[in-house]
């Protein structure tokens, strides 16, 4: 049961704090090897979190979301810990200030022909996967490049701009959800969610760009100005390409003239961002990177996993799940694309995004931030469980070879399944 009067305000601000402080050691002090001091300071601030969250409809929207702006500020001087995507987007931005490609070739050839860059040779051994090609869209680049004009500094000023990014997120979600009808409070759940604030402020991940993108045409969708809201989601796209799977769910609640408007003006914004690779090869890379990323990498999988039950080696099996899995995400989300109106859209929007993280073989804490940010718009808690629970699979840093612990993987997916179950049936009771 929610209460209706609010804590004091020393004691929110104690509890803003006690987020902040664990958040804050995390990313400051901790390495990612060092798994007890990991979960410390990932899972304390959850208790003064959900303390907060329980009072939510009695708190202020503008003081919880200064609070949020505050330990995100906070975040801007610390160096990533818990991943090492920095490296690349450092690499691809250096790659362009040298007036070179970032699609052209992969790190390991570039290194082959001895570039004397010294910021390359340092970048170089830090790269987790050297012999791929970028798969970062052009508004990504865009920013790597921005933030290698002062190399000293850049990632300072590469999460400067992620700060801004997410202050626009805070803008947005409180006055989105005052528009649809329900309480700005709630954006506390993404807000000052301790997930957000370690993966996307600590770690630099580019749902954060993303996620504003999306917002943003979300709101200018909800005062019908197609053309801006298609250009907002051209720019997200040019991010992150992720908010693909969800666009066929609004061709019903926007009608088929609108969704058209909508989907042209997003195809030529995105179309318009990769004007710059000129070269037809590059994109091809840029496919091929993609691809093998889905076909290469694995970690924390769900139902991808089982194939591992019988064999670890099966991987005929595997291989079958590749096909079936994505055919299977695309076919829920045709079908739920058919049930889709005004009301259910956000609803729509969470499975859609929960049956591509179910049904994938390699789910980062951080892939969930986009889920985080669309349950805010609903009822649906199962995301806010998850988000609980994915810490635990960073157990698999703790020794450089990187072996994964199933027992660990199948209590985070049977009691996020356990909710999700629950809620869906609640809903249909």
């Known amino acids: 049961m929610i209460n209706s009067s609010p804590p004091p305000a020393w004691l929110r601000w104690v509890a803003y704090g006690m987020i902040g402080i664990p958040v804050w050691w ?21 208790i003064p979190f959900l303390f907060l969250m329980r009072n939510a409809s009695a708190l202020s929207w503008k003081e919880l979301t200064i ?19 920095l490296y690349r987007f450092q690499w691809d931005g250096r790659l362009q200030d040298l007036g070179i490609s970032a699609y052209a070739q992969a790190p390991e050839d570039i290194m082959a022909g001895n570039p004397d860059d010294p910021v390359l040779q340092q970048l170089f051994p830090h790269l987790n996967s050297p012999e791929y090609y970028s798969i970062y ?47 700005p409070q709630q954006t506390g759940w993404y807000a000052l969610n301790p997930l ?7 770690n630099i991940h580019l749902e954060t760009g993303m996620i504003a993108g999306c917002l943003l045409s979300a709101l200018l969708l909800w005062k019908q100005r197609y053309v801006p809201a298609g250009i907002a989601m051209g720019m997200a796209l040019s ?25 042209l003006a997003a195809g030529i914004t995105l179309a318009a961002m990769f004007l710059p690779v000129t070269n037809i090869q590059d994109l091809g890379h840029i ?10 990498f694995e970690f924390n999988g769900s139902w991808f996993y089982l194939y591992r ?25 045709i079908r739920w694309s058919w049930k889709s109106n005004t009301e259910k859209l956000p609803v729509y929007v969470v499975l859609s ?30 995301p806010f469980v998850w988000a609980v629970l994915i810490p635990l699979t960073y157990i698999t840093y703790r020794t450089s070879a990187y072996t994964e612990n199933y027992w660990l993987v199948t209590l985070e997916y049977l009691l996020v399944y356990t909710v999700l179950i629950t809620e869906l049936k609640r809903s249909n009771g």
Request: charged fraction near 10%; hydrophobic fraction near 55%; proline fraction near 7%.
């Open 26 to 46: 995390l990313s400051y002090f901790v390495d990612r090897t060092d798994i007890s001091s990991v979960w410390l300071g990932y899972f304390l601030p959850f």
């Open 67 to 85: 609070a949020a702006i505050l330990i995100r500020t906070g975040l801007l001087w610390s160096t990533p810990n818990l991943s090492d995507d």
């Open 137 to 183: 869209p052009p508004g990504a680049q865009g920013l790597f490049w921005l933030s290698m004009q002062d190399v000293p500094h850049s990632v300072f000023w590469l999460k400067c701009m992620m700060l801004i990014l997410e202050v626009l997120t805070l803008y947005l979600l409180p006055h989105l959800l005052t528009l649809m009808g329900k309480l």
């Open 196 to 202: 957000v604030l370690i993966e996307l402020s600590g």
């Open 239 to 263: 991010i992150k390409f992720t908010p693909l799977m969800i666009l066929p769910l609004l061709w019903r609640p926007l009608g088929f003239r609108n969704a058209w408007t909508y989907y």
């Open 287 to 296: 496919g091929s990177s993609i691809g093998l990323y889905f076909h290469t």
């Open 309 to 333: 039950l019988s064999d670890p080696d099966a991987y005929w099996l595997r291989d079958i799940f590749r096909i079936l899995f994505p055919l299977l995400t695309f076919s829920l989300i």
């Open 353 to 382: 995004l929960a049956a591509f993280l179910f049904l994938s073989g390699n789910v980062h804490p951080w892939y969930l931030t986009p889920l985080l940010a669309a349950a805010v718009f609903t009822r649906l808690q199962f």
